[in-house]
């Protein structure tokens, strides 16, 4: 089972942390990710971690405001946004895979969603 907290409202520039609590799972033996759905639009990939966190990925427009992180030992991930955008309004989704990647058909577990709001 995975929990996403941490959305909000906040204005453009500024900054929140996502977490995604998993429960119910060796949480290093699955690679997880974020990814986002704005309303009338298709869930978009955000970012991806690997199992022990080495290795990260991240979709263009997030890079370099966006870093993704993990806690294994807690059983947590983490999405610093910085320098927020309008555009980034959406929901946001945590998601866990055995094998993972960078696309919604590669990850099966998915959490319930929290909200982020950006105003202009």
């Known amino acids: 089972q995975l929990q996403a907290s941490g959305g909000g409202l906040v204005q453009a520039g500024g900054s929140l942390r996502l977490s995604c609590a998993a429960s119910?799972?060796?949480?290093?033996?699955?690679?997880v990710g974020w990814f986002r759905q704005a309303p009338g639009r298709e869930r978009e990939f955000v970012a991806s971690?690997?199992?022990?966190?080495?290795?990260?990925y991240y979709a263009e427009s997030m890079k370099g405001r966006f870093t993704i992180s993990r806690d294994n030992a807690k059983n947590t991930m983490y999405l610093q946004m910085n320098s927020l955008k309008p555009e980034d309004t959406a929901v946001y989704y945590c998601?866990?895979?055995?094998?993972?990647?960078?696309?919604?058909?590669?990850?099966?577990?998915w959490g319930q969603g929290t909200q982020v709001t950006v105003s202009s």
């Open positions: 998601a866990a895979d055995r094998r993972g990647g960078t696309s919604t058909a590669d990850f099966v577990s």
């Open positions: 971690i690997s199992w022990a966190g080495v290795t990260t």
């Open positions: 119910g799972r060796t949480f290093s033996h699955y690679f």
